[in-house]
Antibody
């Protein structure tokens, strides 16, 4: 079964850091570009970041540029999002999603930034 | 950034009746390879989004044939031929030609 499982979310104070992980299974992870997409409570979808198969191409939304870092470890079938200088507005469910078509999504991990 | 506009933003449909959602893009989504990279997703309550339609009109694996997509360039439409109770949720369009990747605001569909 093709599956993406996010982890690492939690409650963090403004200015703090978190590292999200996304474990992939059921497909050849190294063959697929990957994305992080988030959804603030009661809001729509916001794309956060993209990484190519070899990590050679990376993009970020302006809202997170300079604060978030996407990475992947193809040997471990894992995608990561290092989040620093967190703000209240980063509070959201964070999803990892496969390819440009976002054809497979995880269940999401919740990040709450609050003092 | 590419702006995607959806209409209507909410829709209440009688089961068995058709429904239609429009997605308009501020720029053409036709790429140099001849493909148009417009996608449709359904997010059911409490669930992650799921891909329904890719490249304007191709149904993703397992998607019922009551869902269809059409359009070109900047104007696109998702149609549900006969709405069922399980179709309740928020429908999003998105494009993958340009970064940043952008989504429409979503269209909430419920059952009368």
């Amino acid at each position: 079964e093709i599956q993406l499982v996010e982890s690492g979310g939690g409650l963090v104070q403004p200015g703090g850091s978190l590292r999200l992980s996304c474990a992939a299974s059921g497909f050849t992870f190294s063959d697929y570009n990957m994305n992080w997409v988030r959804q603030a409570p009661g809001k729509g979808l916001e794309w956060v970041s993209y990484i190519s198969t070899s990590s050679s191409i990376i993009y970020y939304a302006d809202s997170v540029k300079g604060r978030f870092t996407i990475s992947r470890d193809n040997a471990k079938n894992s995608l990561y999002l290092q989040m620093t200088s967190l703000r209240d507005e980063d509070t959201a469910v964070y999803y990892c999603a496969r390819t440009g078509g976002l054809d497979v999504w995880g269940q999401g991990t919740t990040v709450t930034v609050s003092s | 950034d590419v702006v995607l506009t959806q209409s209507p933003l909410s829709l209440s449909v009688t089961p068995g009746q058709p429904a239609s959602i429009s997605c308009k893009s501020s720029q053409s989504l036709l790429y140099s390879d001849g493909k148009t990279y417009l996608y449709w997703y359904l997010q059911r309550p409490g669930q992650p989004p799921q891909l329904l339609i890719y490249e304007v009109s191709t149904r993703f694996s397992g998607v019922p044939d009551r869902f269809s997509g059409s359009g070109s360039g900047t104007d696109f439409t998702l149609k549900i031929s006969r709405v069922e109770a399980e179709d309740v949720g928020v429908y999003y369009c998105t494009q993958s030609i340009y970064f940043p990747r952008t989504f429409g605001p979503g269209t909430k569909v419920d059952i009368k």
